[in-house]
């Protein structure tokens, strides 16, 4: 397969060096488009890719396009690659809120579409992409868009009224994970221990808690049980967090983001 990627920033950069990696394709079976030849020339350094400027030239040489900008520049793209022949070719799209009807009824024509939300925590292999792909994708296709996202962590299928729903729990979720680490580091600093010492230690608990879950397949209230001694330290810890309506918040803010996907 020949890969072609529109856009070369944070998510390209993580599916381009898992790629490389896990070696399912080599620098020259790789085209990348950038606007900047900055990023054109890292590419080019990093990865051992081909680049141009040119979106066009991308879908021509590509049999896998992954469109890989920001959702407002989908328009302005994809009225640059209309009109060519998709014979072959299957588009890739990593945009919230852009349906497969919406970009397929962009182009004009039903082009085979593989909808798939990735997240930050691919750039350090251990990413989680929701995917689902359009009735035109073929079943080759289909199973190396998976062998690919797979190279830089875990990929669950889902049907496509549920992207929105994955854009909250995983595509954005980092961003409440980092949050909840600096809350954590910001605690510790507070009672004396040294900041980097004290991210270090939040960011490890965040790591070790999160492999509990997919590892032991325990229930994470299980797993909290386990942890919450009678009259112990972290039932204190626990109590104030239901105080203060932790859970509530956590699921008010993923909703609010599912909304605003559903509504891009």
Same mark, same amino acid.
């Given at each position: 397969?020949?890969?072609?990627?529109?856009?070369?920033?944070?998510?390209?950069?993580?599916?381009?060096?898992?790629?490389?990696?896990?070696?399912?394709?080599?620098?020259?079976?790789?085209?990348?488009?950038?606007?900047?030849?900055?990023?054109?020339?890292?590419?080019?350094?990093?990865?051992?890719?081909?680049?141009?400027?040119?979106?066009? %030239?991308?879908?021509?040489?590509?049999?896998?396009?992954?469109?890989?900008?920001?959702?407002?520049?989908? %328009?302005?793209?994809?009225?640059?690659?209309?009109?060519?022949?998709?014979?072959?070719?299957?588009?890739?799209?990593?945009?919230?809120?852009?349906?497969?009807?919406?970009?397929?009824?962009?182009?004009?024509?039903?082009?085979?579409?593989?909808?798939?939300?990735?997240?930050?925590?691919?750039?350090?292999?251990?990413?989680?992409?929701?995917?689902?792909?359009? %009735?035109?994708?073929?079943?080759?296709?289909?199973?190396?868009?998976?062998?690919?996202?797979?190279?830089?962590?875990?990929?669950?299928?889902?049907?496509?009224?549920?992207?929105?729903?994955?854009?909250?729990?995983?595509?954005?979720?980092?961003?409440?994970?980092?949050?909840?680490?600096?809350?954590?580091?910001?605690?510790?600093?507070?009672?004396?221990?040294?900041?980097?010492?004290?991210?270090?230690?939040?960011?490890?608990?965040?790591?070790?808690?999160?492999?509990?879950?997919?590892?032991?397949?325990?229930?994470?209230?299980?797993?909290?049980?386990?942890?919450?001694?009678?009259?112990?330290?972290?039932?204190?810890?626990?109590?104030?967090?239901?105080?203060?309506?932790?859970?509530?918040?956590?699921?008010?803010?993923?909703?609010?983001?599912? %909304?605003?996907?559903?509504?891009?």
């Amino acid at each position: 397969m020949r890969i072609g990627f529109i856009g070369l920033g944070n998510m390209a950069s993580a599916m381009i060096c898992g790629m490389r990696r896990e070696s399912l394709a080599e620098g020259e079976d790789i085209l990348g488009s950038a606007k900047t030849q900055a990023t054109r020339d890292r590419a080019r350094k990093e990865w051992g890719i081909r680049t141009t400027e040119d979106n066009r %030239e991308v879908v021509l040489d590509s049999d896998v396009i992954i469109l890989a900008v920001k959702p407002q520049f989908f %328009e302005e793209v994809i009225a640059q690659i209309r009109g060519i022949n998709w014979e072959g070719k299957t588009l890739v799209s990593l945009a919230p809120g852009k349906t497969v009807r919406w970009i397929q009824e962009q182009f004009g024509f039903p082009i085979p579409v593989v909808r798939c939300m990735p997240n930050t925590p691919a750039l350090v292999g251990e990413g989680c992409s929701g995917v689902c792909a359009s %009735e035109e994708v073929t079943e080759d296709f289909r199973s190396y868009v998976n062998l690919m996202l797979s190279s830089f962590g875990r990929v669950v299928e889902v049907g496509e009224h549920l992207m929105d729903a994955v854009v909250g729990v995983s595509g954005s979720s980092p961003a409440y994970v980092f949050l909840f680490i600096e809350a954590m580091a910001d605690g510790a600093v507070a009672c004396g221990l040294p900041r980097k010492t004290a991210y270090e230690m939040a960011a490890q608990a965040v790591l070790g808690s999160a492999k509990m879950v997919l590892e032991t397949g325990k229930h994470p209230g299980e797993l909290k049980d386990m942890v919450c001694s009678p009259g112990g330290t972290t039932i204190q810890a626990v109590k104030v967090l239901e105080e203060k309506n932790f859970r509530g918040t956590v699921m008010a803010a993923l909703t609010a983001c599912v %909304e605003k996907s559903k509504n891009m």
